[in-house]
C-alpha cells in the first residue's frame, strides 16, 4: 500500500462554508485527508482543500465523487452528509409546490442515502463512520417548514436504519445543531440560549470529530443535539 494510503480519510459534503468547513478544516486538523464535495464551485476552491463538485442528490455526481475521493486517497475512513438546503422555510403547506418540498427532500435526505450508498463498501473494509447533520428541526417546528422539518426527521430515522445495516463494521450517528451562525447575531438571540450564545460551526465540528473517532466506539444509531440547550426550555408564555 502506498504510504499516503495509510492515513484516515473523511469526505465531507457541504463543506464550502459554514458548519461543513468547519468540520472539513478539524478534522484536516485531526490528521485526516480530507476532500469536500459542494455544488458551489467558487465557494469549494476557496477553501483550499481537496474539492469535488458534486450534486449529493444527483446519483451520477455522487458515484463520481466517491470513486475520485477513492482514486485520491486509496481509502475512505469518514463520511460526514452534512449538504443541505439550510434554509427551513418553504411557505405555507397549502401553497407549498411539489418540486420545493421535493428538492429539499432530495438533498437533505435522498443525497445523504445516495452518498451513504456508494461509500458504505468502503467504509465497511476500514470499520469507517458516517455522522449526519439533521437539525432540532427533526424535533420541534415553526410553522410553515414541513419540507425541511420532514427531510430532517426522516435523516434521524435513516441514521438508525443504517446504523443496524452497516453495523458492526460501520458506526453511523446523528447531530441535530440548533441555531449556528455563520455571521454576527443580536445580543437578545445570544442572551435566550441556556449557554448564553449562538452556536458556531466549530461547536458541531467538535462533536462530529468525536463521533466519528474511535474514542466513539459504543457510539452507534444515535441522534446528538447540540442547542445550547433551547430544545430544553419551557417556552409557554
Ligand atoms: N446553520 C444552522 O443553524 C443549522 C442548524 C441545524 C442544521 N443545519 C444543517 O447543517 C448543514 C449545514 O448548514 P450550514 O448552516 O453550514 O449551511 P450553508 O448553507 O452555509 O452550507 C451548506 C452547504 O451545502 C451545499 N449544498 C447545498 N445543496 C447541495 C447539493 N445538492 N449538493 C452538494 N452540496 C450542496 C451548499 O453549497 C453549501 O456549501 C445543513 O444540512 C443544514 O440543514 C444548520
Not at 476552491?45 to 482514486?71: H, N, Q, W, Y
Request: aromatic share 6%; with cysteine.
Amino acid at each position: 500500500m502506498p504510504r499516503e494510503y495509510s492515513q484516515k480519510a473523511a469526505l465531507v459534503t457541504g463543506g464550502a462554508q459554514g458548519i461543513g468547513r468547519a468540520t472539513a478544516a478539524l478534522l484536516a486538523e485531526r490528521g485526516y485527508r480530507v476532500a469536500i464535495a459542494d455544488r458551489d464551485a467558487a465557494a469549494g476552491r476557496k477553501t483550499g482543500m481537496t474539492f469535488i463538485r458534486c450534486d449529493v442528490s444527483r446519483e451520477p455526481s455522487v458515484r463520481a465523487c466517491v470513486r475520485r475521493v477513492l482514486k485520491r486517497f486509496g481509502r475512505l475512513d469518514a463520511l460526514v452528509n452534512n449538504a443541505g438546503i439550510a434554509s427551513p422555510g418553504g411557505g405555507p403547506v397549502e401553497k407549498l409546490r411539489l418540486t420545493e418540498w421535493n428538492r429539499r427532500i432530495g438533498v437533505n435526505l435522498t443525497g445523504a442515502f445516495l452518498m451513504t450508498k456508494h461509500a458504505a463498501p468502503h467504509l465497511r473494509r476500514v470499520r469507517g463512520a458516517i455522522v449526519n447533520i439533521a437539525s432540532t428541526r427533526a424535533l420541534q417546528s415553526e410553522p410553515d417548514t414541513e419540507a425541511y422539518a420532514a427531510s430532517k426527521g426522516g435523516l434521524v430515522a435513516l441514521t438508525h436504519a443504517l446504523a443496524l445495516s452497516l453495523g458492526p463494521q460501520v458506526r453511523v450517528n446523528c447531530v441535530s445543531p440548533g441555531w449556528i451562525a455563520h455571521a454576527p447575531v443580536k445580543k437578545r438571540d445570544h442572551a435566550q440560549h441556556p449557554v448564553g450564545r449562538v452556536g458556531r460551526g466549530e461547536d458541531v465540528a467538535e462533536l462530529v470529530a468525536f463521533l466519528l473517532s474511535d474514542a466513539a466506539g459504543f457510539a452507534t444509531g444515535q441522534n446528538y443535539v447540540l442547542d445550547g440547550g433551547m430544545t430544553r426550555k419551557m417556552i409557554y408564555v
